[in-house]
């Protein structure tokens, strides 16, 4: 089986840090996606990556960055965290652009 | 226009019901379509791919209308572990997966 997993469930911090979340897949999948998820909005694209050192923006990348050295790691970066990016950030991987996706169970990252 | 749509419900239905959800998408080079089930506040999980000539699992239908570009997921015999929300899942050409809000569902007894 897959196994997508993130490494925090659930995280606070504080306005004005720099918050790391990580997401490792164990698949050697080539893509990796980060999602965020807000009530009556559903999941919105962060960024993505296709490969080692690659990255796309997605739909909404403003206030974040994401690294991806190892094929199996994609970390999403909130520079300064504010109240706004309070939501469920979901990662996901899939083998290539038309197989299935796999998601981590989530971290709920709530911003004070 | 949103690239893909669906009816957010909520769908409440008796246990036994048959119950179909719709997703149009926008982009016609989409190139392979799933359904995921979402539980509340836990990550959504693959619940079948939708193929060209219409699937079966069990309960569980899907098809696909290319020249229309709709996909649905017809739902026969509700139980109440049915109840989440579904979401559609379009992969584009360009790499990108591209997810409906999701259609919530509730089995009631």
């Known amino acids: 089986d897959v196994k997508v997993t993130q490494s925090s469930r659930y995280l606070v911090k504080r306005t004005g840090e720099k918050v790391f979340l990580e997401c490792v897949q164990d698949?050697?999948?080539?893509?990796m996606f980060w999602y965020r998820q807000d009530p009556g909005l559903g999941l919105r694209l962060i960024y993505f990556s296709y490969d080692v050192k690659m990255k796309e923006k997605g739909d909404i990348p403003e206030g974040y960055s994401v690294s991806r050295e190892k094929k199996e790691r994609f970390s999403l970066i909130l520079e300064s965290a504010s109240t706004n990016q309070t939501s469920m950030y979901l990662c996901a991987s899939r083998r290539d652009r038309i197989t299935e996706a796999f998601f981590g169970q989530g971290t709920r990252l709530t911003v004070v | 226009r949103k690239e893909v749509e669906q009816d957010p419900g909520p769908f409440n239905v008796p246990e036994g019901a048959t119950v179909a959800f719709n997703c149009t998408y926008s982009?016609?080079?989409?190139?392979?379509f799933f359904w995921y089930r979402q539980d509340c506040r836990k990550e959504p999980k693959l619940l079948m791919s939708v193929y060209s000539s219409g699937n079966e699992d069990g309960r569980f239908t899907a098809q696909l209308n290319r020249a229309s570009q709709y996909i649905s997921l017809l739902i026969r015999d509700s139980k109440l572990s049915d109840s989440a929300t579904y979401l559609c899942?379009?992969?584009?050409?360009?790499?990108?997966?591209?997810f409906g809000a999701g259609t919530r569902l509730t089995v009631k007894p």
């Open positions: 899942v379009v992969n584009i050409d360009n790499n990108d997966m591209r």
């Open positions: 698949m050697d999948h080539e893509n």
């Open positions: 982009n016609s080079a989409s190139q392979s």
